[in-house]
């Protein structure tokens, strides 16, 4: 293709590669006000839902043999009821950590039998706060999940 070399043809060839120059600078704009958005908030009904969701071998928290599954409410209630509640709250606070974006602090607060374990270390103003009771094959295990 041979190149015209006249005013006319100079001029077309200037103003396209002046329309693509900025058309490239408005797409790049867009694109980087488009990844500026807001990091995803979850409630602290989604995280207590996302967290109870989950079946773990029963000797991952309890000292236990057994390697059977059970609902992650009746081995933290059978944690609670034992005393033995070291594992269960580095699971609680491993997990809060990762379910909750961009890490915010957090409480969690659980009761079995008339006995609490909490996990996290709170904050200043509550951003949200959800109670709930699951039920566990030795009674209710009452939940209070805070993110700040």
Known sequence: MALIRNKSGMLSSLDAMVFLSVMILVSAGLFAYASFEEPETMTSK??????????????????????????VSDLMAA???????????????????????????????????????????GGGRVSSY??????????????VVCIY
């Not at 995280?47 to 390697?67: C, G, H, M, N, Q």
């Not at 005393?83 to 890490?103: F, H, Q, S, W």
């Open 79 to 121: 944690c609670i009821n034992s005393g033995n509640v070291t594992k269960a709250k580095e699971y609680t606070e491993r997990v809060m950590r990762d379910l909750i974006p961009g890490y915010r602090s957090f409480f969690v607060e659980m009761e079995f039998g008339g006995m609490i374990m909490t996990a996290g270390e």
């Open 46 to 71: 989604e995280v207590t839902e996302s967290f109870f969701a989950a079946e773990l071998r029963v000797s991952d928290l309890y000292p236990t043999t057994d390697a059977h599954t059970a609902p």
């Open 130 to 143: 959800y109670e709930t009771e699951y039920s566990t094959a030795g009674g209710p295990l009452k939940v």
